[in-house]
């Protein structure tokens, strides 16, 4: 089920979602959950949406992540980033950084072994957004929401 066709419609209808400029968070997939279809089944796929409640082991089909999520360009989700850097870093310090670089839908996703707690940042041209929290579950949007705990979504700096 990897049809251009559907990419592109997909990311046409993300397009159409545009919330810039209107001050009204992004709410786009985050009501997704198990055994919905919500579009896509690719890294493209549901941004803004907690991607663990799918991709946690629970669904045979959608491969457990240790960490996913989505990169807007502010709290609101006004437009997804593509290029951005995701980097977790446990909090001892002892292992080596995991770094994403954001899908065209602003998605990322990762398989790598976290030791919890972690932190995050998300970086765009060397410059730097840190999460000062540290945190043990790897789906950030589950946080990173328009209702969240974080007061909005993941964004770059
Ligand atoms: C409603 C459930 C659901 C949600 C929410 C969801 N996914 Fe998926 N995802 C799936 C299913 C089902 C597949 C298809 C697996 C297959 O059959 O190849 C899939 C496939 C994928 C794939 C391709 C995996 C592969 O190896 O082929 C990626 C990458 C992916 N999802 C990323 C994400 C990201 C990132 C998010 C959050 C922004 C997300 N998904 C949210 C259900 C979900
Ligand atoms: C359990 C909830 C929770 C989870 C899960 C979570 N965060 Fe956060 N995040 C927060 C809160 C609360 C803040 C604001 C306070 C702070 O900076 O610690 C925050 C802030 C941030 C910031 C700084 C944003 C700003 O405007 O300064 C970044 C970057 C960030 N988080 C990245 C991530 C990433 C990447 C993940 C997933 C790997 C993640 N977070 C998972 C709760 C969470």
Not at 34 to 53: K, T, V
Not at 132 to 146: I, K, Y
Request: with cysteine; glycine share 14%.
């Amino acid at each position: 089920m990897r049809h251009l066709g559907l990419v592109l419609a997909f990311l046409v209808a993300c397009n159409g979602s545009d919330t810039s400029g209107n001050g009204e968070c992004n709410t786009d997939n985050e009501e997704c959950g198990l055994g919905q279809n919500c579009g896509g089944e690719d890294i493209n796929m549901a941004p803004g949406s907690d991607c663990m409640a799918c991709h946690d082991g629970s669904d045979n089909e959608a491969p457990a992540w240790t960490i996913a999520g989505t990169v807007f360009d502010d709290l609101n989700g006004s437009n997804a980033v593509s290029g951005a850097t995701v980097r977790i870093t446990d909090t001892d310090g002892a292992g080596t950084p995991i770094e994403m670089t954001t899908s065209a839908a602003g998605n990322f996703t990762s398989t790598a072994a976290i030791v919890a707690p972690y932190t995050a940042e998300i970086e765009v041209d060397g410059v730097v957004v840190a999460m000062a929290a540290h945190q043990t579950d790897g789906s950030c949007n589950s946080c990173h929401a328009c209702g969240g705990s974080a007061g909005g979504k993941l964004h770059t700096p």
